[in-house]
């Protein structure tokens, strides 16, 4: 049961997910092999993902020889605008597709079918990790999906595979794709190559997930080139018959002869000599690099030249404005002086400050007056997560992105890269439906306003518009699109005939085009000779030149009003970041010739029988596993508990019940949990009785045990709010519970006239109303330890009484408020801080009682933690035993300063443990649960304490703390720490401790 359970936890099942619009109409088409279920919007696409699926599963049998003996579920969303998928086999075989094609620099972006290669990547999944024999499979047999073998193994080797069938099955995919080969070629040009331990797991360094995909790949094929296709077959079926995870090496030596470890020393010598001929290719055709200007890596897109007119007083000429998400920093449009920073000087970097927060990245523009327009991800009828365009004044900035100035110019309308025309008239963008995107025009009133948007260009279905921009006489518009085959084109759109004309048409990837300020001159970026580079196209004779020769990549270019600097994102082994060039076109290259080296793309899919009807939420929604857990019951025997649950795969349903046999009980005890998760609010309801053994009952003067039985039902509803920014949800519940008791008075001795009173034991009808409220506006960080900004609210009361039908009363309430503060002298340093505080009161006599003390040290261990995900709360009182004060209310508070040490992100090759980082805490706690806290008592600067109170304690001490990474993908934080107390209950002389918590 021990592998059952950690295959279920590795295998993250799917959970319900709120489709939250009653509006949509969902249907179901059934294949042979498929079920497609998305909204009836959405048909066209889901015709041709049915059709496409088919012929992909023919394709894709033979080499895997696998074919799933249930159908597999395919849910179709388009809720957000990005491009994604995933797939799983548990507990049954589902693939998710977002509709929306990849963005304009996304690592998705070289496809010639988005549809064909995404559900290509996913349908491999399948096919690998639903592939079970042996003993998993009489597991299985019994237990339903449980265990699957091929799913507990490194992502590398997951996504590796799957990459690979993408890339082999289509024109394009990421084996061919050349900003893929920018991310590995930078390692090996930096010596930054990733390690065998750091691909197994979730290692820090850039490009963080994507290191499974990239060097996984890379690795596959490799081996793949080796020893041909037909390992992978072999690998999969040996490893679907091992019930003992991990042991992947065996797997690969007993067919090749070899470990993994050993295969990629050999994989890293062939890509490094492979690195360095490319190196010399370019290096022989003479550098043509700039000057590196920011130095943050991670995620720095979009330099645009501030104009004149919105130009800083303070400033030069060259200032520039970008989007940078460095996982820090708050992200958004950040603003650059190039002038601030001396040529002369080495290594000084000029200052970077927030114009506009902003969710994603996208291209800016400004108005001739100098408002500056930028695109941000918003929340779109509390359900939909859009894009749409703001406005921020001349003048102003918007740091905080609450600004009142701060103006929303579209709702809802999925735009992104605004341009404003010369004169301010007009402005293009392009707008994303159901997976196609088309370019915009709009009228712009004086004040701003956006109306009358009108699509002036799209293509064919699924096809693409990326990035538009004006010419200075704002007669044509420059864009990017992607069309079917794979062709990523720079193409000019006439404003007045709406005709639509090419730049270039060929399998190259071209990018982001931007104007010289005269409009003779297009520039942009194209990967045609391997690596993506900056190119000037003179429209006069139609002559194309290659501006930059780069080692590492040129992407985004932009040019200055006066013609004269080039700004671009190039690439280092740490992320994107900005480099300057002075354009001189005496340097240019001849432009080579446009790849011809990939093979034709798959013809359309054939016609398959498919059925519709509209969709049936118990198709997917029983239960299609069920898990055993064994424990000590509260009648001193083992008990047994079987689980099942459901969601179906559109999210409309959830539940989960189980069934708890404890022989020394009376009778077993049921649990039911529902949720309906369709409307605006999601609805839930709870049933349940318990048996407890209970000693409260004094008859004769004496305690005598009975059985305590209740009844119970509890329903709620709650509603989220998700704003640009932060984050409110708000929540109702009422609940009865009927509880009786069988009373032993006829085994118990004779009355005794003259005893102590009697004690019944609870009995009758008891209900409750509860409501919560949080907010939270915490922003996360890749490098401090926990979050660095922000504060959180959660309140809870829980309300009983006579008026709501209940016999006894109950009266409590619950806050806790938790901040995060930059520390400015130390660098990723943060003061974190948590309050909180309850009462309860009442007649009910089991109303909830507050504990207050330390970690639990003995009952929660790290095996708990590992194989059922239990671990020691954050919230404590360090340096006293677990549960060293108890009453009706509590008071607690937490301060914490904490700090990074180290960042190892090293393992030992393939062992499923792994050292991500080492982060200090010391800290001091504060607190205690009483009943009365006795105000006579308090005293403020007394006894060494600021507040002197005898049901108030206090601690300090100091953690080391450890990110861990167990089973290669998931994060555990140990903490090896020391607190000492200074109340007389504490500790005495303090505790060590070495425990998985997680933090505040």
């Known amino acids: 049961m021990v592998l059952v359970g950690l295959a279920v936890w590795l295998a993250g099942g799917p959970r319900a997910r709120a489709a939250n619009d009653p509006d949509l109409d969902w249907w179901t088409i059934e294949t042979a092999h498929f079920r497609i279920h998305y909204e ?3 048909e066209p696409a889901a015709e041709r993902i049915a059709r496409l699926s088919e012929d992909i599963h023919n394709r894709l049998i033979g080499p895997f020889g696998y074919v799933p003996d249930q159908k597999t579920e395919v849910a179709i969303t388009d809720n957000v605008d990005s491009a994604n998928g995933s797939a799983t086999a548990i507990p049954f075989n589902t693939v998710r597709l977002f509709i929306t094609a990849p963005g304009d620099l996304s690592t998705l972006s ?78 090996f040009v930096d010596d930054r190559v990733a390690t065998l331990d ?22 596959v094929q490799w081996i793949t080139d080796v020893y041909g296709l037909d390992i992978w077959r072999a690998v999969i079926a040996d490893y679907s018959s091992n019930p003992i995870p991990f042991g ?3 797997t690969i030596r007993r067919q090749t002869g070899k470990t993994y470890a050993e295969l990629y020393d050999g994989f890293i010598d062939h890509h490094r000599r492979r690195y360095q001929r490319q190196m010399r290719a370019v290096k022989k055709r003479g550098l043509r690099e700039g000057r590196r200007v920011t130095f943050h890596g991670r995620e720095v897109y979009y330099p645009q030249f501030v104009p004149k007119t919105a130009r800083r007083d303070d400033g030069g000429r060259y200032q520039l ?46 108005t001739p007056e100098g408002h500056m327009l930028f695109s941000s991800t918003v929340p779109y009828r509390r359900i939909y997560r859009r894009q749409d365009l703001f406005e921020i004044p001349k003048g102003e900035t ?50 701003g306003k956006i109306t009358e948007p009108k699509i002036v260009y799209r293509g064919r279905d699924y096809d693409q518009v990326y990035t538009p921009v004006f010419s200075p006489d704002g007669r044509t518009i420059a864009v990017s699109t992607w069309s079917a085959g794979g062709f990523r084109d720079i193409r000019l759109f006439d404003v007045a005939s709406g005709k639509m004309s090419n730049v270039t048409y060929d399998r190259a990837l071209d990018q982001n085009p931007t104007w010289s300020p005269s409009g ?17 196209y003179r429209l006069k004779d139609r002559a194309l030149k290659q501006v930059t020769n780069t080692r590492l990549g040129a992407f985004q270019p932009a040019v200055s009003d006066d013609g004269k600097v080039l700004a671009y994102v190039g690439y280092t082994s740490y992320g994107f970041d900005l480099w300057t060039l002075k354009l001189d076109p005496k340097r240019y290259l001849d432009a080579l010739p446009p790849p011809n080296d990939r093979p034709a793309p798959q013809p359309e899919p054939p016609a398959t029988k498919m059925e519709k009807r509209p969709y049936n939420a118990f198709t997917t929604l029983r239960p299609y596993s069920y898990f055993l857990d064994t424990a000590q019951g509260n009648f001193g025997t083992q008990t047994v508990t079987i689980t099942a649950e459901g969601a179906d795969i559109a999210g409309h349903h959830a539940f989960a019940a189980s069934l708890l046999a404890d022989p020394g009980a009376p009778l077993p005890m049921l649990t039911f949990d529902y949720r309906y998760l369709r409307l605006p609010f999601d609805l839930s309801l709870r049933l349940s009785n318990r048996v407890l053994p209970r000693q409260d009952f004094r008859f004769s003067d004496q305690r005598l045990e009975y059985n305590e039985r209740s009844y119970g039902m509890r329903t709620g509803l709650s509603y989220t709010h998700l704003g640009e920014f932060n984050q409110q949800s708000i929540g109702f519940s009422y609940g009865a519970t009927i509880t009786d008791a069988e009373l032993p008075i006829r085994n118990s001795a004779p009355f005794d006239p003259y005893a102590s009173l009697t004690i019944t034991p609870l009995e009758g009808l008891v209900t409750s109303a509860r409501v919560s409220y949080s907010f939270s506006n915490v922003e996360g960080s890749f490098d401090t330890a926990g979050a660095p900004r922000g504060i959180s609210v959660a309140l809870s009361a829980e309300l009983g009484d006579e008026a709501l039908g209940s016999q006894d009363s109950i009266y409590s309430l619950n806050g806790t408020l938790t901040g995060y503060i930059e520390i400015p002298w130390g660098k990723w340093h943060t003061l974190a801080v948590r309050t909180a505080g309850g009462l309860s009161k009442g007649t009910f006599t089991q109303r909830g009682t507050f504990f207050v003390g330390g970690y639990n040290l003995d009952n929660v261990s790290f095996l708990d933690m590992l194989l059922d995900g239990s671990f020691n709360g954050s919230f404590v009182l360090r340096g006293y035993d677990p549960g060293s004060y108890r009453g009706s209310s509590f008071i607690l508070q937490n301060l914490e300063y904490r700090f990074p040490i180290a960042f190892p992100d090293r393992g030992l090759l393939t062992v499923p443990l792994f050292l991500r980082r080492l982060d200090a805490n010391l800290f001091m706690d504060y607190g205690g649960a009483f009943d009365d806290i006795g105000f006579d008592q308090i005293g403020f600067f007394r006894r060494g304490a600021i507040i002197d109170a005898p049901t108030l304690h206090s601690s300090a001490g100091a953690e080391l703390w450890a990110g861990l990474t167990a089973a290669h993908s998931v994060n555990i934080q140990m903490r090896l720490g020391y607190a000492y107390g200074f109340s007389p209950e504490a500790i005495p002389g303090g505790r060590g401790y070495f425990i998985a918590s997680s933090a505040f």
Do not use: C
């Open 198 to 219: 750091q691909i197994s797991s979730n290692a820090r360094r850039w490009p963080m997930g994507n290191l499974w995909y990239l060097y996984g790949s890379r690795f």
């Open 248 to 250: 992947i090496n065996r």
């Open 40 to 42: 009836k919007g959405l």
């Open 110 to 187: 070289d496809y010639d079918d988005w549809y064909l290669g995404l559900m290509t990547h996913e349908y491999t999944h399948i096919l690998h990790v639903d592939n079970v024999s042996g003993l998993p499979s009489i597991v299985n047999a019994v237990l339903g999906k449980t265990l699957v073998p091929n799913q507990v193994q490194p992502r590398w080797l997951i996504e590796g595979i799957a990459v690979v069938a993408e890339s082999r099955y289509t024109s394009s995919g990421r084996i061919r794709s050349t900003l893929f080969d920018t991310y590995i070629r930078a390692d």
């Open 520 to 536: 003779k001159i297009l520039y942009f970026a194209s990967d045609r000779t391997g690596i993506s580079n900056i190119y000037a």
């Open 398 to 447: 918007a740091p905080r992105g609450m600004e009142s100035y701060r103006k929303r110019r579209t709702e809802g309308l999925r735009a992104t890269a605004p341009a404003v025309s010369p004169n301010g008239h007009l402005i293009a963008f392009t707008r994303n439906v159901r997976g196609t995107t088309s370019l915009v025009l709009a009228k712009r009133a004086d004040d």
């Open 321 to 366: 404005v970008y989007y940078r998400d460095d996982q820090n920093e708050r992200p958004g449009i950040y603003h650059l002086d190039l002038t601030r920073r001396p040529d002369d000087t080495p290594g000084e970097v000029p200052d970077e400050t927030l114009w506009a927060r902003a969710n994603g990245e996208g291209p800016v523009s400004f």
